[in-house]
């Protein structure tokens, strides 16, 4: 099902710094919690993203727009959306990158603990893996990943993470 609707981008200064994100009418909000609140949110027909619903409080949702979306867009707070939001039925409300499936495929162990790891840390480490373009860099933060993984027994420490990809040239 399609919910389409019209928005203000809204900016507010949060314990993280600045949040631009648009508020999802309440009616919308609740068909789309029934099932999962993972979506493909489209804005201005023009730019697609997966996305989550995050509580506001008061049975109120938003999602959030970073600065590559809104740069993209060209759009800026106090800016009225068209919003287009459809349920998200891919297996990890995230693209997966090709080299990292095939690096799942062939190293097992890897592949047991990256799936037991929550739906969210599995999306932030899909995130971190595919933010290089070149499948290269994927390839090689993919495969620093799994070595994480299976050294720390599945456990995720990001900060150990980060020092694991400084030790391989990431910055």
């Not at 919308?28 to 029934?34: E, N, P, R, T, V």
């Not at 690096?103 to 840390?121: I, R, S």
Request: aromatic share 10%.
């Amino acid at each position: 099902m399609i919910h389409k609707f019209s928005v203000r981008l809204d900016k507010i200064n949060s314990s993280l710094g600045w949040n631009y994100h648009f508020v999802v009418p309440l009616e919308i909000s609740k068909i789309i919690l029934k099932e999962n609140r993972r979506v493909v949110c489209t804005i201005n027909n023009n730019l697609s993203f997966q996305c989550g619903l995050f509580p506001k409080g008061k049975g109120i949702y938003f999602i959030n727009l970073n600065k590559e979306n809104r740069t993209k867009l060209n759009i800026n707070a106090g800016d009225e959306l068209t919003i287009e939001l459809t349920g998200d039925t891919s297996k990890y409300g995230i693209p997966i990158p090709s080299v990292f499936e095939e690096l799942l495929a062939q190293d097992p162990e890897g592949e047991k603990h990256f799936h037991a790891l929550t739906p969210g840390k599995q999306r932030s480490l899909l995130y971190i893996i595919a933010k290089p373009k070149s499948e290269g860099l994927q390839l090689e933060k993919g495969l620093v990943v799994l070595d994480f993984l299976k050294s720390f027994d599945g456990k995720v420490d990001f900060k150990g993470l980060n020092n694991a990809f400084k030790n391989n040239r990431f910055r």
